[in-house]
């Protein structure tokens, strides 16, 4: 059975869920306020989205965001899976571009690892890529293993924050705002405890706004992750929580990034945004082949005018010049890269110890040793204080 899931079931899904007025996420107001949570006060939130149709628009703000994923191994592929359209959905809520919103990917387990920061500015096409790979976790089983460490998540995500682009001496972008978003599975250890609510709070000091989707059982430590009682979600499994949170997240987001609208404990979403929908794929011959515009990791076929979409396989990307999919860092979808000249030795665009090596107008992604750097007048690596590297 297909692990892929398209927007059209996603959205089938989240109007079912809507119909039926079953929610499967809880705000953990009452977690906070240490009262219980009538089963009427949710079901008056979840018809909320009635006003979610009457809305259009996609919403703008200069922000950094960075959402981690718990990946671990215990997670079943039918709840880890639905990630990859969620994240796809999510983003298509914002604005991306260099003045607006620029987002960065975690995947945690018992270790986190980076798949995308914020920075250099990624577009919807380069940032559901990046989210699709991130859903291959097979990729990075040799760091993930169990629990899911969500202290050390949050710890990453910090220092993400703090150096957006991962690169040394550069700098966040001025008056950008910060959100984090970290989704859970399950609760963490009692002796995580006080490594969690150090990590949140460390994060709200940098003044980070965090959101926090929970899936069930949650612990102690989760009403800690979020900024306040609004952020806070909780499900009672990803599979089916994720299209029932979606519009809540995504307009709760929006509103935090609005100077005019402002959610408040007695009305936490004053306005619900819907996404604009991306233009339909139109097959520009007969049988072409080509990359998805909004996702490298896909391409499509056309079939007597009639366009199929697939998939590249795991870690690999569609590769227009070549018409076919390709290694990731050979893609420059992926890379940002592109060959000056056919052939040669090249500085590579985002790293200083790492250059282009380019053959017949493939760029080949290689490194330098441990503390050298690319030599763009040499062509060769060299010691630091030799080299003028652009991003420094």
């Known amino acids: 059975m297909s692990a892929i899931i398209s927007k059209d079931s996603f959205y089938k899904a989240l109007i079912d869920l809507y119909s039926r007025r079953i929610c499967h996420y809880v705000h953990l107001l009452s977690l ?54 969620f994240l796809h959905m999510l983003v298509d809520y914002l604005v991306l571009d260099e003045n607006n919103v620029n987002i960065g990917l975690v995947l945690y387990g018992k270790e986190p690892t980076i798949v995308s920061h914020p920075q250099p500015f990624k577009d ?33 995500m910090r220092a993400m924050f703090q150096n957006p682009s991962g690169y040394p001496m550069e700098r966040p972008r001025p008056g950008v705002q910060k959100i984090g978003v970290i989704f859970t599975w ?51 499994n990803f599979q089916e929580g994720l299209p029932s949170v979606l519009p809540y997240l995504g307009s709760s987001i929006c509103t935090h990034m609005d100077p005019v ?26 049988s072409e082949i080509f990359q998805d515009p909004y996702n490298c990791a896909y391409y ?6 009639v366009a199929r979409r697939e998939r590249c396989p795991s870690n ?38 790492r250059f282009m090596n380019c053959f017949n107008g493939i760029p080949y992604v290689q490194e330098c040793p441990p503390n050298l750097y690319f030599n763009e007048r040499t062509k060769l690596c060299d010691d630091r204080q030799n080299v003028q590297c652009r991003l420094q």
């Open 32 to 85: 906070l306020s240490g009262k219980k949570m009538a089963f009427s006060a949710i079901v008056t939130l979840v018809a909320l989205p009635l006003l979610y149709t009457q809305v259009n628009g996609d919403c703008a703000g200069k922000a950094d965001i960075i959402i981690a994923v718990p990946g671990s191994v215990n997670i079943p592929g039918e709840e880890f899976f639905p990630f990859e359209t």
């Open 124 to 156: 919807q096409a380069q940032t559901n890529t990046r989210a699709t790979l991130l859903t291959q976790r097979e990729n990075y089983m040799n760091i993930l293993g169990t629990p899911p460490n969500v202290a050390k998540a949050l710890n990453l």
């Open 300 to 305: 499509y076929k056309c079939d007597l005018s």
């Open 261 to 286: 609208i402002n959610a408040s404990s007695i009305n936490c979403f004053p306005k619900f945004w819907r996404p604009s929908p991306n233009p339909p794929i139109i097959c520009p011959s007969m």
């Open 186 to 236: 399950g609760a963490q250890p009692i002796e995580a405890f006080d490594d969690v609510v150090r990590a949140s709070d460390d994060l709200r000091t940098d003044g980070v706004t965090m959101y926090a989707v929970g899936r069930s059982p949650i612990g102690p430590e989760f009403a800690r992750l979020a900024t306040d009682e609004c952020k806070l979600f909780s499900m009672g």
């Open 316 to 353: 690999m990307l569609f590769d227009n010049f070549i018409r076919t999919c390709n290694y990731k860092d050979a893609v420059t979808c992926y890379s940002r890269m592109t060959c000056p000249e056919p052939n040669g030795l090249f500085p590579h665009p985002e790293s200083c110890n």
